[in-house]
């Protein structure tokens, strides 16, 4: 009978053993993928920040592509382009002769296309463009609108010949020595452009000085005429009235 006790508790033991090392397999494979979760979080955090790191050094990197010398271009070209713009508004509004009119809303279409061109090469390179006229040009551009007439005319042609003759010169070296090639390209690609602007607003202005000089020979000759008359009412003798 006592052995009988003996056996029956050596199996019980058994058993009790048995489950508590599945009791501990079973919580081992539950912790098993918890853990796994852990990790693969832990790396796709540590992959999200490398991409943003080297999303941030892609950028840092392609403001840096920019020399100091291309980025004072781009700048210049961008206001000078506003300005061309602003000031073709101007012309097509007020413009005296046909001829202005049409030179002016050019310069609204073709420099609104560079500086649509010019914004996204900027952009590519991490170079935030001015959005409006800076102090000097707001001034010229009021001094223009006060403007009417011929004298308009011959001051804005006068200005467009100045001023692209500057733009071609500056394209023309930017495309042979820019360091960064894509705005190399740029600048050669629209260079020929700014050259036929050239040719054309001297043509413009040729027939402007034409107009002004014409309008002020006939104003000295009207004012001529006007006090040769005068002399020639006061040189006559008092009318005497009959008696």
Same mark, same amino acid.
């Given at each position: 009978m006592e052995s009988f006790k003996k056996v029956v508790r050596g199996a019980l033991a058994a058993s009790a053993m048995m489950c508590l090392i599945s009791f501990g397999a079973a919580a081992q494979d539950q912790a098993a993928p918890s853990a796994s979760s852990d990790q693969?979080?832990?790396?796709?955090?540590?992959? %999200?920040?490398?991409? &943003?790191?080297?999303?941030?050094? /892609? +950028? $840092?990197?392609?403001?840096?592509? #920019?020399?100091?010398?291309?980025?004072?271009?781009?700048m210049d070209a961008a206001k000078g382009g506003m300005m061309e713009v602003e000031l073709g508004k101007v012309a097509a509004e007020k413009g005296n002769s046909s001829d202005v009119k049409q030179f002016g809303q050019r310069m609204v279409d073709d420099h609104s296309k560079a500086n649509d061109q010019l914004k996204t090469l900027a952009e590519q390179k991490g170079v935030t463009l001015p959005t409006d006229l800076d102090a000097k040009d707001k001034a010229m551009k009021d001094k223009m609108s006060g403007l009417s007439g011929d004298q308009f005319d011959k001051m804005y042609?006068?200005?467009?010949?100045?001023?692209? %003759?500057?733009?071609? &010169?500056?394209?023309?070296?930017? /495309? +042979? $020595?820019?360091?960064?090639?894509? #705005?190399?390209?740029?600048?050669?690609?629209?260079?020929?452009?700014?050259?036929d602007h050239l040719k054309n607003a001297q043509q413009v202005a040729g027939t402007t000085k034409g107009a002004a000089a014409s309008s002020k020979s006939s104003t000295k000759t009207s004012a001529k005429a006007s006090k040769k008359s005068s002399s020639a009412m006061s040189e006559q003798p008092p009318v005497t009235p009959k008696q």
């Open positions: 693969s979080a832990a790396t796709a955090k540590h992959t %999200k920040s490398k991409k &943003a790191a080297a999303s941030s050094d /892609s +950028n $840092s990197s392609a403001s840096a592509k #920019l020399s100091a010398a291309d980025k004072k271009f781009v042609m006068q200005h467009m010949v100045m001023d692209h %003759k500057k733009d071609v &010169a500056e394209f023309k070296k930017e /495309s +042979n $020595s820019a360091k960064d090639s894509d #705005l190399k390209n740029w600048a050669a690609q629209t260079l020929p452009t700014l050259e």
